[in-house]
T-cell receptor, first 113, second 115 residues
């Protein structure tokens, strides 16, 4: 059974800092890994999707990497801003399921002005 | 192109009543997924449907919960005889088709409160 873990559970940084959020998964047989952002009381916004054949994806100040063999992914946020404050979730699709996402518990990020 | 739509956004029910949650996928999407987020917990998969078919219901509670995605109209998640433990945020996601590595797009969720 796939388990997804995110470290740290919470992170508070000053504005402008570069930061890394970590995600690990126990079963490396995945189709893809997706990073989401969730604001309080809101839905999920997809940030980046990395296919199992890819090593990384970039969008603006965000860069996500995937090391499938070691069961790890990282989300790098450059020059953090207060508007980046949210909960960040990673989720993996296992090859055995083909469709359902298994989520980590999230990292709650606070960027202080 | 409208995103995934869910309604109602907030739903209050008393114990024993029925809750019906609706999800309209993005235009052109024929695959729907339901996830539940219990208070202070992560999102958990419930069910995956295509038009008129349940493909994977491995995450659905065995009793009181059912889901459908008819040929016409939205997908419905139905909870009969609700209990306080059903209070949660229920999210729907959709995708255009299922290939290895297809992206899912999420709706804003329905927050169910059971009194």
């Amino acid at each position: 059974k796939q388990e997804v873990t995110q470290i740290p559970a919470a992170l508070s940084v000053p504005e402008g800092e570069n930061l890394v959020l970590n995600c690990s998964f126990t079963d490396s047989a995945i189709y893809n890994l997706q990073w989401f952002r969730q604001d309080p009381g809101k839905g999920l916004t997809s940030l980046l999707l990395i296919q199992s054949s890819q090593r990384e994806q970039t969008s603006g100040r965000l860069n996500a990497s995937l090391d499938k063999s070691s069961g790890r992914s990282t989300l790098y946020i450059a020059a953090s801003q207060p508007g980046d404050s949210a909960t960040y979730l990673c989720a993996a699709v296992e090859e055995t399921s083909g469709s359902r996402l298994t989520f980590g518990e999230g990292t709650q990020l606070t960027v202080n002005p | 192109n409208a995103g995934v739509m869910q309604n109602p956004r907030h739903l209050v029910r008393r114990r024993g009543q029925e809750a019906r949650l609706r999800c309209s996928p993005m235009k052109g999407h024929s695959h729907v997924y339901w996830y539940r987020q219990l208070p202070e917990e992560g999102l958990k998969f419930m069910v995956y449907l295509q038009k008129e078919n349940i493909i994977d219901e491995s995450g659905m509670p065995k009793e009181r919960f059912s889901a459908e995605f008819p040929k016409e109209g939205p997908s419905i998640l139905r909870i009969q005889q609700v209990v306080r433990g059903d209070s949660a945020a229920y999210f729907c996601a959709s995708s255009p088709f299922v290939l290895a590595g297809n992206e899912q797009f999420f709706g804003p969720g329905t927050r169910l409160t059971v009194l």
